[in-house]
């Protein structure tokens, strides 16, 4: 645990909260639901009750999937992947949840990515599409973006995933540009499709 100092986003009030720094999957299973539904990074103020959120270095690790995320702000280096791991980084705790449910649902964010930019191109929309969930393990992905003030459900059938799959196995230098802790997202992805 370590104490975070935080501020209240409506009263500013400030407080200090005790928080994780990481979560062995495995070994601490209702940490992780807290971490995969987002409690982990919400707190009320005790004062105004305002719910704020919260973003903190913090280590997401799976040792049964042979993985490990690391939220930081901060860039950091490619060591101290285990060898056998998948590594990666992100920013938000927004982009980690995500990453626990592409990695819990037993796909590849690669290629939930690729999906991802073939979806905004087929909506004709520049929007930041997250994934919610996988229907059955031949249904449909679902991913949510905003517009116009609220979020926007669309339906992907897994042939998408499939032909995304084609394009990687087609295109090896995309998966052998991945090494570390690596940061596969979006801007990530634009490099080898514009």
Not at 44 to 63: A, Q, R, V
Not at 135 to 160: H, I, K, R
Request: charged share 25%; with cysteine.
């Amino acid at each position: 645990m370590s104490s975070l100092t935080i501020e209240c986003s409506k009263c500013g009030a400030r407080h200090t909260l005790e928080v994780p720094q990481s979560v062995n999957a495995a070994a601490d299973p209702e940490l992780k639901e807290r971490v995969r539904s987002g409690a982990l990074f919400t707190w009320s103020c005790p004062h105004c009750g305002t719910l704020n959120l919260l973003n903190f270095p913090f280590l997401y690790h799976d040792p049964s999937e042979h993985l490990m995320i690391v939220l930081s702000e901060t860039p950091l280096g490619a060591e101290g992947v285990p060898e056998g791991y998948t590594g990666r980084q992100v920013r938000t705790p927004g982009d980690l949840i995500e990453k626990v449910k592409i990695f819990d649902a037993g796909l590849n964010d690669l290629l939930v990515e690729m999906c991802k930019f073939v979806t905004c191109q087929e909506l004709k929309k520049e929007v930041p599409m997250r994934f919610v969930r996988l229907d059955g393990a031949d249904g449909e992905m679902t991913f949510t973006y905003p517009e116009g003030g609220e979020m926007q459900l669309v339906a992907v059938g897994f042939n998408v995933y499939e032909d995304c799959a084609g394009i990687l196995r087609r295109n090896p230098h995309i998966r052998e540009s991945v090494t570390g802790l690596a940061t596969i997202d979006q801007a990530w992805l634009s490099q080898f499709f514009r």
